[in-house]
């Protein structure tokens, strides 16, 4: 594994592999992009599934019980949207719509009379509606307060809007589409998937900077070669941090999966499944962003730069008058990479002797 | 040595010394029975039951920091006094108080905690000493037990013009109080819980009559121990139609008093300040001003009348919150305008804490029950036992892909991962103990994520000097290169997750914050332990024969790297395989020939 990954991550280094990501960077928009519109399509038309943190109800979980039935008929006498589910091994679910205080005790009483348990082993969640509107408020405004400030350090920290715009598409990108598989799929969406919604920006965020500051040092000498443009040296540092990419997504992805796995098969629901259920699928999703559509959109965004327009028409002029020194791989296509030693770097790296008489 | 390898050395003895400097702390904290080594547990590992209440006023007005903090204190009292230890009552915003009860409270303790407070002002019939009376004569130990404690009004500091409480407080007739409460208490009963509209005013009982106490509230006064807590969070507000008893604040006094005359919603507002003589000179002293309604000016007016009449103690009249008798001042004269002062030797903060408490007690606020969870302790264990479980598998599978990955380079990873893991535990005991932190499941979760975070950091710098030994570079050289890049990213990414954290923390509520703080908590430690840790070790690895030559087990092998010639430095290489540009033009030449 070391030997293939290692040595596929020093052909990506040199560039004698290249993926063309940066110039097919048109079929990813329309792949990202199609993704984006049918998840905001399936949003409109389905919508999320919000949990009872949001919109207000109950639930009971009895322990250490498989059988629904039960619980299923005290429900159904107190109210008719009563659901009652076997929840992971050995528990049982109950959930039904707002109650009072009182009314919920005695329904907690019929379950310990009727399962045979311990009145204080059963575990009761009410949460009024108001509470919940405001819960999903707030964690609208988080978000919200979130991009801002992130778009601020962003644009700081590259001192280039078009870099703190490339990710945060990326951020839009991985939300929308996570947000879209939950709508799809009818998961319950409660307090722990927000948590889990939330990390996701993190993490994409911290996934596009690793990136981005190849690419940063890719190109700060840009105009001072006319060996490549802007997109190739760009295209060379998303190759360049695949290996991280993989490894980093690996790596984060492991512990999540362990509590996805506990938190779905052992425990059946919970803040342990909400939370690893929606890193899950937005770490996956941000690693491809990362790769994508970062680079790509901040990619997009500066060739319309005149800057970087008139380097890259020289730089392309070069080449088809032959001045130029690039090497070229089987393919005919111009390879970028790092500079082998021993590789003839051409007539202008030689020492030159000043004071010409 | 090397200037870089005494800084790594330095760095590594400081991480050293901030780990047996915490950890010293905690052990002479566990000592002395401080805290425990266990860190401290919230109510959904720990099991217990939470309440979200949300504070609203029925007029509508804007609920303040002080209101809600009353209103946390008044919770607080009643919980107390419940007997629940170990609550923990907590604001959110600007206007939700949540409150965690460990354990499975009963539906009682719940119920005054949703109990919203209530302020009641009732005329004073007697006022006792606070020991409960256990004779049964009633003649006889009423007398007694003021003998025995006398100086219980003078130190009630409300009481303006204590003196004269004090004077009468050995409650002078109790034989014609036991007598008058013989033979009339069923028909006072009887007026005072028909008490309508209707009601002809002659037939009405004053409520400064001392027929109010019955024989059943004596005895209930007879039982009653002021000078247990418990009681001082009191919460029987009693029969607004009849007569009371109730200790003050200070469990100083037990107070028998006439029926509800005034209540909160009389009361306009309440300030404290500096006392004003007559002449409008500064006293010294401090006073609490307390303006009514029009409604309730009218009331205190009468009341005001009726009382300056009256004999000590019944010219005093009691002002009860949530139960609990605040101040019991004297009425010296008949006030019409509205606008009472309440004076006596306050300090200006009992005086400001008496306002505050009046204006509390006059506000409309209703706790309303926003969430209301119960966590047995045996699902709260097992979701502890199952989280950590999950922890410890994922830590397993990163620790077996980074030694896959990286080889003996795994290895520092893994000594990194114990490192933080070492040092998160040490900050979360040490944080309980501090300030009571408690960690959750949504934490334990955070926890969890923060192993992938961690390694990810490594990850990056490792992956930077294989790049950098892929360029040519030596070993030494690498490190020192690509920690300067490394470095960069992993302070810009670490501070982007640093920057979630504090907004999820801000914005957040309930279980998001505690996935919040231990997000932002990791990343810290994170930063802490790449910096002291895993670059110091890696330079003095780099050192030695095993990385330093690149074994093939040690991750940064250039053979493995595609890089076969290795400048050692001062014209040294490590043997070549490869040949070099004039070797390769020699062969070249060789092979065209």
């Avoid at chain 1, 899950?280 to 005149?306: C, D, K, N, Q």
């Avoid at chain 2, 950890?23 to 979200?52: E, I, K, S």
């Avoid at chain 2, 949300?54 to 009643?78: F, P």
């Amino acid at each position: 594994m070391l030997g293939n990954l290692g040595q596929w991550g020093n052909k990506l280094h040199s560039g004698e592999i290249t993926y063309p990501i940066v110039r097919q960077r048109k079929r990813w928009f329309i792949v990202s992009g199609a993704l984006m519109a049918l998840s905001v399509l399936i949003l409109l038309v389905k919508g999320i599934n919000p949990g009872i943190d949001f919109v207000g109800g109950t639930q009971f979980v009895i322990q250490d019980q498989t059988d629904p039935a039960i619980a299923q008929e005290i429900g159904s006498e107190h109210s008719a949207d009563a659901v009652a589910i076997p929840l992971g091994t050995d528990r049982v679910q109950l959930s039904m719509g707002e109650t009072s205080i009182e009314e919920a005790r005695g329904i907690v009483d019929e379950l310990s009379e009727g399962y045979g348990v311990d009145p204080g082993d059963i575990a009761s969640t009410q949460i009024g509606p108001t509470w919940g509107a405001e819960v999903g408020k707030k964690a609208i405004q988080g978000l919200i307060v979130f991009l801002l400030l992130v778009s601020v350090v962003m644009t700081l920290y590259f001192r280039a809007w078009r870099m703190a715009a490339g990710a945060l598409v990326a951020l839009f990108h991985d939300l929308l589409f996570t947000v879209g598989i939950y709508a799809l799929s009818g998961f319950e969406v409660t307090p722990g998937s927000v948590i889990g919604f939330l990390t996701i920006l993190g993490y994409s965020l911290y996934d596009t900077v690793v990136v981005f500051d190849k690419v940063r040092e890719n190109t700060s000498n840009l105009f001072s070669q006319h060996r490549f443009t802007y997109a190739e040296l760009a295209n060379l540092a998303v190759n360049q941090t695949l290996v991280r990419s993989i490894n980093t997504s690996v790596v984060a992805l492991l512990p999540v999966s362990a509590i996805l796995f506990i938190g779905s098969f052992l425990l059946g629901a919970g803040t342990l499944k909400d939370i690893s259920l929606a890193l899950f699928i937005g770490m996956a999703v941000g690693t491809y962003s990362s790769i994508f559509v970062a680079t790509p959109v901040e990619v997009a965004l500066r060739s319309s730069e005149p800057r970087i327009k008139e380097h890259t028409a020289q730089v392309l002029a070069a080449r088809e008058a032959g001045t130029t020194d690039v090497s070229y791989s089987e393919d005919g296509e111009v390879r970028v990479g790092a500079l082998q030693p021993g590789h003839h770097q051409g007539t202008q790296s030689q020492p030159r002797r000043k004071g010409r008489r | 040595m090397s200037t870089a390898a005494k800084a790594a050395r330095r760095a590594l003895m400081w991480l050293g010394i901030i780990l047996v400097v915490g950890y010293g702390a905690l052990a002479a904290g566990v000592l002395t029975n401080q805290t425990t080594l266990a860190p401290g547990l919230a109510l959904d590992l720990a099991g217990g039951r939470q309440l979200t209440l949300q504070a609203t006023t029925t007029d509508g007005s804007e609920v303040t920091e002080s209101d809600l903090a009353q209103a946390v204190e008044i919770i607080r009292k009643r919980v107390d006094a419940s007997g629940v230890s170990e609550a923990e009552i907590s604001t959110q915003g600007s206007n939700v108080i949540v409150v965690s009860l460990p354990g499975n409270p009963s539906d009682e303790t719940i119920d005054l905690v949703r109990q919203s407070a209530q302020l009641q002002f009732r005329p004073v019939l007697e006022i006792d000493s606070p020991y409960p009376v256990t004779a049964t004569d009633p003649s006889a130990t009423p007398s007694a037990s003021a003998s025995t404690e006398p100086t219980a009004q003078e130190t009630t500091d409300e009481a303006a013009a204590a003196d004269e409480a004090t004077e009468a407080s050995p409650t002078p007739e109790p034989t014609a109080t036991a007598s008058a409460s013989g033979d009339e208490p069923a028909s006072d009963e009887a007026a005072g819980d028909s008490t309508d509209d209707t009601t002809d005013s002659t037939d009405e009982v004053s409520p400064s009559s001392l027929t109010w106490i019955t024989d059943d509230l004596r005895a209930y006064g007879d039982a009653l121990d002021c000078t247990d807590p418990a009681n001082l969070g009191g919460v029987d507000l009693g029969d607004p139609e009849a007569g009371h008893v109730a200790c003050s604040a200070d469990g100083l006094a037990k107070i028998y008093m006439g029926p509800v005359e005034l209540t909160g919603s009389d009361v306009e507002t309440a300030t404290s300040g500096p006392e004003l003589g007559p002449t409008g000179n500064l006293t010294g002293g401090y006073q609490v001003v307390m303006d009514f309604t029009d409604e309730g000016a009218v009331v205190f007016d009468e009341i005001s009348q009726r009382l300056i009449t009256l004999p000590s103690p019944q010219n005093q009249f009691a002002i009860m919150l949530d139960g609990v008798i605040i101040s019991y001042p004297v009425m010296n004269q008949r006030i019409s305008g509205g606008t009472a002062q309440i004076t006596g030797d306050f300090t200006s903060e009992e005086a400001a804490t008496l306002a505050n408490q009046l204006k509390f007690g006059a506000l409309p606020l209703q706790l309303e029950v926003q969430s209301n969870d119960l966590v047995p302790a045996t699902l709260g264990q097992d979701q502890l036992e199952k989280g950590l479980w999950a922890g410890l598998v994922g830590l397993i599978l990163v620790v077996i892909y980074s030694i896959f990955q990286y080889r003996a380079l795994g290895l520092v990873t893994v000594g990194s991962l114990f490192l933080a893991g070492l040092m998160t535990f040490l900050a979360i005991d040490l944080l309980y103990w501090a300030i009571g932190y408690r960690l959750s499941l949504a934490g334990v979760a955070g926890l969890i994520v923060a192993i992938g975070v961690t390694a990810d950091s490594f990850i990056v710098y490792f992956e930077r000097v294989r790049d950098e030994l892929r360029e040519g570079r030596s070993l030494q050289s690498s490190i020192d290169h690509a920690w300067k890049r490394a470095r960069r990213t992993i302070l810009a990414s670490d501070a982007i997750n640093l920057l979630a954290a504090v907004v999820l923390y801000l914005l957040a509520v309930g279980s998001v914050r505690g996935f919040a703080f231990t997000l932002g908590l990791t990343t810290v430690i994170d930063v802490i332990i790449v910096f002291l840790f895993t670059h110091p070790t890696l330079v003095l690895l780099s050192r030695t024969k095993f990385f330093g030559e690149g074994h093939p087990w040690s991750g940064l092998d250039p053979r493995q790297l595609g890089r076969d010639t290795i400048y050692k430095g001062r014209g040294r290489f490590v043997a070549s395989t490869a040949p070099t540009l004039a070797e390769r033009k020699a062969a070249a030449a060789k092979g065209e020939s």
